[in-house]
């Protein structure tokens, strides 16, 4: 398993232990110099996005793998994580479906969440 691949399923569970919704993956190295994985995921209130941003920042981070930056406030209804080569966007539900980053996205390759979450 690759760095970028660990990252991503240390997110993805993560983000699943806390509930997270419609957990999905998008291989981007092919489309994007930006990262090589873009995991997306949604809570249905703030307590519950905050409470995912920070579980994946505390798994990632007991395995060695600090963020470069997070953008979004506790306030924010759309976090960003930038780990390099791994982007993790944790929305609420109605940003999610306004930003649409799976339709923006949709030239890479959507990966079966099975395979992070095992």
């Known amino acids: ?3 970028e691949q660990e990252m991503a399923c240390l997110a993805c569970k993560a983000l699943d ?20 994985y873009f995991v997306i995921a949604s809570g249905s209130n703030q307590n519950q996005v905050h409470a995912m941003v920070d579980n994946v920042e505390e798994k990632l981070g007991r395995a060695g793998f600090e963020p470069k930056q997070i953008e979004g406030t506790r306030n924010s209804s759309w ?3 930038d780990y390099g080569d791994l982007i993790v966007h ?6 999610r479906l306004f930003y ?9 390759k959507v990966l079966d969440i099975k395979e992070f979450l095992d």
């Open 17 to 36: 232990e806390k509930k997270g919704q419609d957990i999905k993956v998008i291989d981007i190295h092919e489309v994007s110099v930006i990262a090589d």
């Open 100 to 108: 649409d980053l799976e339709r923006i996205w949709r030239d890479g």
């Open 79 to 81: 976090i960003l994580m």
């Open 1 to 3: 398993m690759s760095r």
């Open 90 to 95: 944790v929305f609420d539900e109605e940003n």
